[in-house]
């Protein structure tokens, strides 16, 4: 690592940023500390430490479970309300867990510990990698259209769950363009259909289920203030 780092800005309303890496022991240093200049620049201080962590532990996941020498990428951006940490890699078989490690277990806890500094994670399988990703509110109020709002949040983590019950072609892929919004939308319809059936298959009136979560939708602040 070190002078291979390659970085990157990106100049949208979501500041962005990305360094490519090779999975080494050593190289976990050297992306903290790159990751603590980046979020000083951002004026964002009070999320150094924990965002170090996370870092440490979806890297240290990488080189764990998918192997030395792995080459990946680790992103971060931020909107104003969260701070999103992404680390990707070429293996979509190897999923993180949380697991539930010994006490004098010397390893196992990374992602334990992921699920325990962070607000939200959760894992996007593409057809050639996967994302591992985490999210840190960062205190700063969000619009109720916002990515940050609890429904959007939440339904985002149905996706990415849902991804991963799903052969890596049906993955949700979400993106700025349209092959993106595309792909979300068709993820989101599955998600959608597949609760219709469950609501069938127990006996509930399907129709009746639509209207109420139509009128649910009608009456939330977000849909109001568009």
Known sequence: MGENLVIQESRTTRKQWDVEFTSHPEGVATLRRVVALRLQAWDLPELVDTASLCVSELVSNVLTH?????????????????????????????????????????????????????????????????????????????????????????????????????????????????VGRRVAEESTIDVITDFLRWLQTRGCDVDEALDRAQSRFEAAPSARGR
Do not use: F
């Open 66 to 178: 998918v192997g030395l020498g792995t080459p990946g990428l680790l992103v971060l951006s931020a909107n104003g309300a969260d701070l999103r940490i992404e680390v990707h890699d070429p293996d979509i078989r190897a999923l993180p867990t949380v697991v539930l490690a010994d006490a004098d277990a010397e390893g196992g806890r990374g992602m334990t510990l992921v699920d325990v500094l962070a607000d939200r994670w959760g894992v996007q399988l593409h057809e050639d990698h996967k994302v591992t990703w985490c999210e840190l509110d960062t205190g700063s109020a969000s619009p109720d259209n916002s990515p940050g709002h609890p429904s959007v949040t939440r339904a985002e983590a149905l996706l990415d769950l849902y991804a991963t019950l799903r052969p890596p072609k049906c993955s949700y892929e979400p993106g700025p363009g349209k």
